[in-house]
């Protein structure tokens, strides 16, 4: 879409993302080994191509959702080591927890919610681009 509400739209979840990704390295900076062919944190213009975390989200229509329409998110840990299931239950709260912290600054005065929707989580509720 090439809307300048849209255009908007998407910055805001640029710099949302990018916000929540520089929490995670500091968080998990160390606590598994980065994929060798991975840049390190900082040394590629985008956090989402570099250091150990690449998270971002995807639209979906939500069709047999009980949610709904909304963004998946995705949480792609750089590392050729395994993430028990443990510990990638412990980062999916904790991206959660953050989310919901976040999106208020990223997105005020917007009904926004994150909640598990199958195995991912989801971003749902006001995702309206206002009036035209």
């Not at 590629?44 to 998946?72: C, I, K």
């Not at 994150?114 to 989580?121: E, K, P, Q, Y």
Request: overall charge neutral; charged content about 30%; hydrophobic content about 40%.
């Amino acid at each position: 879409m090439n809307h300048p509400k849209a255009h908007a739209w998407d910055r805001s979840v640029k710099a949302l993302f990018d916000e929540l990704d520089a929490v995670l390295e500091n968080r998990y900076a160390g606590r598994w080994k980065l994929r060798r062919n991975r840049p390190a944190r900082g040394k590629t213009s985008n956090p989402e191509a570099d250091g150990l975390f690449n998270v971002g989200v995807f639209f979906t229509p939500g069709y047999g959702s009980r949610l709904g329409r909304g963004y998946l998110v995705e949480i792609i840990v750089a590392t050729e080591e395994t993430v028990s299931q443990d510990d990638r239950l412990e980062l999916e709260d904790f991206v959660k927890a953050e989310l919901e912290r976040l999106l208020p600054r990223h997105f005020p005065g917007r009904a926004l919610s994150v909640d598990r929707d199958g195995t991912m989580l989801k971003i749902h509720g006001d995702l309206s681009l206002g009036m035209a």
